[in-house]
């Protein structure tokens, strides 16, 4: 079995069991039964895999529903993403760079639309840091965004008369080692 999960405060049978319990849910986009569980994990009695389920659910690693069935969720899954690294506002407009940046969703809250856009002009406020920034279908008056102007990067706060809005700056980052 793969080991896909590098927790601590986990048994090794423990992170055994959760480890197939994630690539189960993979795999057939429901949680295992019990017997699955147990037939997965090389275990003959289905106490100790009730046990180990109970253990994971304390621990802060699952939940389960209450006496229902394949009701087993994963609790903050960490997802690495490889974020496009953008230099220039003409590859932001094309969508296309050849760099990629590698970051997990427990540091910041990104996801596969996310991409980091680092300012290179030194007129601009932010000139030299590196913004993450996540496309989204709507803003909020309280979001500070990143848009084009005349092939200028703009960074503000949102407002609804705003057009060109590549996506909303989730942090900005000094340097990327």
Partial sequence: MVDSVTKENLSKRQLEVLTYIKKYISENGYSPSVRDICKGCNLSSSSTVHAHIQTLVNKGYIKKGNNKF??????????????????DINLLKDNYTTQYIKMSNKMFEIDNKSFILKITDPLNNYYNNYLIVNKQDFYTKSDIVVLSNNNEIIVREYNNELINIYGKVVTIINNIK
Avoid: V
């Fill in 70 to 87: 394949r009701t087993i969720e994963i609790i903050d899954d960490e997802k690495m993403y490889s974020l496009p690294l953008i230099l």
